[in-house]
């Protein structure tokens, strides 16, 4: 039985890729996910499946080397997928130093743990060990409006501590590759949506807001661009990567599906006006009065935009859901789990949001 150790797996990407690993592979793999469950990470993502006996949650920081250690030394660790970061740019505007201490000095962490427990007396490596480290788009920095493509040989750019951060462990990454010949790659994926997504990020954020009948914070003139891909796509590249990427290699994996954050609003309050019942109160609230323009991000990249052409060519992998559906199904998603929404946005995501976008 093949034991993967996922980091970060009680956040939005990991327990919906923790989801697709066990509904296509069923009991013949076994899943060990770690996660601190900081702010973001929660586990009510995963109870339909902490029953399951090849399912294990383990509490811990990956900037914990004892912590680490000690589960490389307990189990047989076949694949790591490094999902585990601080993704959020205000954050990192505001608190830039949890990011680096989490993105970089955490993947040097899992990457030292990892070679300790699987390189060999000649430097090599078992053939059945891979580890993926899983990152962004941001790291490449911003594109202009009228055209361009982020490709994996484009420069790195980062604009934000947390892009920095994120580029700064993917050359760490790159570096146990070059260096030990460590069996890595990377993802630089576009912006993800889908079901879990905590709300602090613009879908659900918005979602959220609209059937609360708060207003709707958008950045600037709301013409920022990014390139959305369905979480559930992305799980699959991941799977697929892992696989049958090459070893060392970085693929970008992105959504085809270029939308203005302005443009994500509407789209957001037509399906949710087309969804309510004519007898929901809430229905009569929501429109285009709720939006409300703020001061621009600091460091605001104006448009990603990701040429997934290279995941394609080697691996057969491109997107299956088109916005315009994926959207639909996050929406139903949130109509189903309004328990999920009230949990979540309680206590500290409540302060946070009116430091950031009230006061």
Known sequence: ??????????????????????DKYGDTIRIINVDA???????????????????QFIKADITDREAISRIFAENDIDRVVHFAAETHVDRSIKDPEVFVRTNVLGTAVMLNCARGAWEQPDGSYPKDKRFLHVSTDEVYGSLPDDGGYFYETTPYAPHSPYSASKASSDMLVKSYVDTY???????NCSNNYGPYQFPEKLIPLIINNALSGRKLPVYGDGKNVRDWLYVMDHAKAIDMVQEQGRIGETYNVGGHNEKQNIEIIHIILDVLKEKLPDDDPRK??????????????????????????????EIGWEPETMFEEGIRKTIEWYFDHEDWMKN???????????EMYTE
Do not use: C
Request: proline share 3%.
């Open 181 to 187: 010949h460590f069996p890595a790659n990377i993802t």
């Open 1 to 22: 039985m093949r034991t993967y150790l996922v980091t970060g797996g009680a956040g939005f990407i990991g327990s919906n890729y923790i989801h697709y690993m066990l």
């Open 344 to 354: 979540v946005t309680s206590g500290d995501y409540q302060n946070y949001y009116k």
């Open 37 to 55: 469950l900081t702010y973001a990470g929660n586990l009510e993502n995963l109870a339909d499946i902490e029953h399951l006996p090849n399912y």
């Open 284 to 313: 009569a609230q929501i429109g285009e009065q709720l939006i409300t323009y703020v001061a621009d991000r600091k460091g605001h990249d104006r448009r990603y935009a990701i040429a997934p052409d290279k995941i394609r060519a």
